[in-house]
């Protein structure tokens, strides 16, 4: 399966953006997502998963109550709503996908990768 990252750019604190995930190649039924995040001279975090049917997400503790992850598998795209936005939110996002369902907070547990999209909030 191939991701691409869509939908960041520049935003003020408070304000809000949502991410698209979007799959080709095969279904993104058959995966669970997950967002990460990396800001510059830091490690790549995790941010939020989603499980296939999106019954069930996990959220880092650093967004819980202003992020929300969602999909729409007829459209094969998952979604990152951002709300509340914050200087330290700014970061690259990617999305990921796992051939298991284990909302892993670990990168290395993901088998698929997007190419990431800016995120940008000015204080």
């Known amino acids: 399966v191939q991701l691409q990252a869509s939908g960041g750019g520049l935003v003020q604190a408070g304000g809000s953006l949502r991410l698209s995930c979007a799959a080709s190649?095969?279904?993104?039924?058959?995966?669970?997502v997950g967002w990460f995040r990396q800001a510059p001279g830091r490690e790549r975090e995790f941010v939020a998963a989603?499980?296939?049917?999106?019954?069930?997400?996990n959220y880092a503790d650093s967004v819980k109550g202003r992020f929300t992850t969602s999909r729409d598998n007829a459209k094969n795209t998952v979604y990152l709503q951002m709300s509340s936005l914050k200087a330290e939110d700014t970061a690259v996002y990617y999305c990921?996908?796992?051939?298991?369902?284990?909302?892993?907070?670990?990168?290395?547990?993901?088998?698929?990768w997007g190419q990431g999209t800016q995120v940008t909030v000015s204080s």
């Open positions: 190649g095969r279904t993104i039924r058959a995966y669970a």
């Open positions: 990921a996908a796992d051939q298991d369902s284990a909302l892993s907070v670990v990168a290395g547990s993901y088998d698929y």
């Open positions: 989603l499980d296939q049917i999106g019954g069930l997400t």
